[in-house]
Antibody, heavy 117, light 110 residues
Framework: QVQLVQSGAEVKKPGASVKLSCKAS????????ICWVRQAPGQGLEWMGV????????SYAQNFRGRVTMTRDTSTSTVYMELSGLTSEDTAVYYC??????????WGQGTLVTVSS | QSALTQPRSVSGSPGQSVTISCTGT?????????VSWYQQHPGRAPKLLIY???KRPSGVPDRFSGSKSGNTASLTISGLQAEDEADYYC??????????FGTGTKVTVL
């Protein structure tokens, strides 16, 4: 069965960077894009960007350009999302999701990132 | 990119129908038939309900339907059930391999 398993919760200080992982299984890793979406406490979903696992190419939301980097390791079927220059406004649950022709059909369990001094 | 606009909340009694609007611009909703809808229960990851404006993935009840007119997409829940109480988000392709979500709507079953 398709699964996206994300890394555990993180606590970071302002100005630091965080790198999250999302390990895919149960399907051909290079056949589907993976996107990242975040959700601040009590707030809505925010699309951050997408990575094409087969090529490593990326597209980022304007709000995150210059601060976010998405990479992948095809040997372990894992995608990574690194966000730098963290502020308290980056405190959120970060989700990865598989982007099929039918929308975002499978989601990871989410990773809570807390930014606090 | 600004978030798509959704009503903050809608409510209905069991068995009734509710419709959630999702208003974008001619650069996103109005230009592409790539609108999807997601249901999110508290503490859970979102779940895909509708894709390509009106298509339902297998396993999603036909009580959920989607449509679009101009810059506004809509999700209708017919025959409202208690388990439909959740947050709902639209999402649209916005060009240049980017997407944008809606502001989210809380559905309350009275």
């Amino acid at each position: 069965q398709v699964q996206l398993v994300q890394s555990g919760a993180e606590v970071k200080k302002p100005g630091a960077s965080v790198k999250l992982s999302c390990k895919a299984s149960g399907y051909s890793f290079t056949s589907y894009y993976i996107c990242w979406v975040r959700q601040a406490p009590g707030q809505g979903l925010e699309w951050m960007g997408v990575i094409v696992p087969s090529a490593g190419s990326t597209s980022y939301a304007q709000n995150f350009r210059g601060r976010v980097t998405m990479t992948r390791d095809t040997s372990t079927s894992t995608v990574y999302m690194e966000l730098s220059g963290l502020t308290s406004e980056d405190t959120a649950v970060y989700y990865c999701a598989r982007n099929s022709d039918s929308g975002y059909d499978f989601w990871g369990q989410g990773t809570l990132v807390t930014v606090s001094s | 990119q600004s978030a798509l606009t959704q009503p903050r909340s809608v409510s209905g009694s069991p068995g009734q129908s509710v419709t959630i609007s999702c208003t974008g611009t001619s650069s996103d909703v109005g230009s592409y038939n790539y609108v999807s809808w997601y249901q999110q229960h508290p503490g859970r990851a979102p779940k895909l309900l509708i894709y390509d404006v009106s298509k339902r993935p297998s396993g999603v009840p036909d009580r959920f339907s989607g449509s679009k007119s101009g810059n506004t997409a809509s999700l209708t829940i017919s025959g409202l059930q208690a388990e439909d109480e959740a947050d709902y988000y639209c999402c649209s392709y916005a060009g240049s391999y980017t997407y944008v979500f809606g502001t989210g709507t809380k559905v309350t079953v009275l």
